[in-house]
Nanobody
Framework: QVQLVESGGGLVQAGDSLRLSCAAS????????LAWFRQAPGKDREFVAA???????AHVDSVRGRLTISRDNTKKTLYLQMNSLKPEDTAVYYC????????????WGQGTQVTVSS
């Protein structure tokens, strides 16, 4: 059974930093393609960042330079380092995994809340 468990969310002030973690089990982590998504109140879920099995990364323009995705295959953990946080970063953040480099993400975590006050 695949499990993705996010942690690290919280309430912070604008300009602060957070690091989200996503601990994975039940899947071939090192060969999996991983991503972070977020959903703000009243909005659709949106892509934030992705990292391939080879470590190649992609970030949505609105977070590039502030939020950074990374992975530790030995710990089977995905990270999202969040710096210079803004109120518009407030959302529930989800990690996701898929077996292939393209297509839908097969597995999702339950989400962790990030709230940034101004």
């Amino acid at each position: 059974q695949v499990q993705l468990v996010e942690s690290g969310g919280g309430l912070v002030q604008a300009g602060d930093s957070l690091r989200l973690s996503c601990a994975a089990s039940g899947l071939p982590f090192s060969s999996s393609h991983l991503a972070w998504f977020r959903q703000a109140p009243g909005k659709d879920r949106e892509f934030v960042a992705a990292i391939s099995s080879a470590g190649n990364t992609a970030h949505v323009d609105s977070v590039r330079g502030r939020l950074t995705i990374s992975r530790d295959n030995t710990k089977k953990t995905l990270y999202l380092q969040m710096n210079s946080l803004k109120p518009e970063d407030t959302a529930v953040y989800y990690c996701a995994a898929r077996n292939r480099p393209v297509g839908k993400y097969n597995y999702w975590g339950q989400g962790t809340q990030v709230t940034v006050s101004s």
